[in-house]
């Protein structure tokens, strides 16, 4: 569950044209994994990057920064992180270390979500590419000797994500409406973008924010589980609690596809192939399905 409170937004913090590097790679700490995996993506051999939420296995809201953190923080010339009110943490640990050469890129900002908004913004489609294209022009900003290879890399995780959007589409065009619902909303920008309908949607925020459903959202959640109003239950696979279980038995009962999904990105994956599993989970939950 998360809990979303107000959000200082940091800014990008360098401005103009910084010497390349040379052979020194770029420092960059990423809040969550996934945009790691992008950093190492575009920036290849150019960059050194450290992601801070890098376990599947752990439940990302959990997290505490350390002294280690801030130290990691403290050495790095560019930061990536999601914004939202996801990871309030770095802008706490950014605000008390700063720098006039070091870069925030921030996912929420850059693609136009605030505070307030469903923080999982990871999982809307547009926002890896929207990231990345920053990431890159920042990249060559600082080494402009290998901005050629930047965008070329560029070019390549675009053509590869555009495979994942592809098959988002073909689940829109055979499944525009289909009712669908979720213990908590970590996958409803994708849900969105395959043209799923969403319901329940109180009952979730409730539990994201860790706040007591009410009575009816409760009623409603299990009654479209029951009777098959419903055609997919998503689940976070990392936040497992009796409320979930409770609501993973009803659906098994009443033979409703479960597809469980990460906030994190699992050991050994890409954002594609990351990615490209939950979409092949969808599609295969939603075969037969009217």
Known sequence: MLRIPSLVTVAILALGALPALGAEPIRIVTAENFYGDLVRQIGG?????????????????LFESSPSTARMLADAQIVIY?????DPWMDRLLGASTSQSRTALIAADLTGH????????W???????????SLAAELARRDPADAAEFTSNLDSFNAAFAKVRADIDAIRAAHLGTPVTATEPV?????????????????????????EPSA????????????????????????????????????KAANVPVVGVTETEPVGETIESWFGQQVAAVRAALAGQP
């Open 187 to 211: 996958f409803a920008y994708m849900a969105a973008a395959m043209g799923l309908k969403m319901v329940n949607e109180g009952f979730q925020f409730a539990m994201m924010n860790e706040t």
């Open 216 to 251: 009816s959202d409760v009623a409603a959640f299990e009654t479209s589980l029951k009777d098959g109003t419903v055609k997919i239950l998503f689940y976070n696979s990392q936040v497992t609690d009796d409320t979930t279980a409770r609501l993973l038995g009803i659906a």
């Open 45 to 61: 051999t150019h960059v050194e990057v450290t992601s801070i939420l890098a376990n599947p296995d752990e439940d990302p809201h």
């Open 123 to 133: 999982y809307d489609p547009a926002t890896f590419p929207t990231v990345a294209k």
């Open 82 to 86: 999601n914004g939202a009110g996801y």
């Open 114 to 121: 605030k505070d307030g908004d469903n923080p999982h913004i």
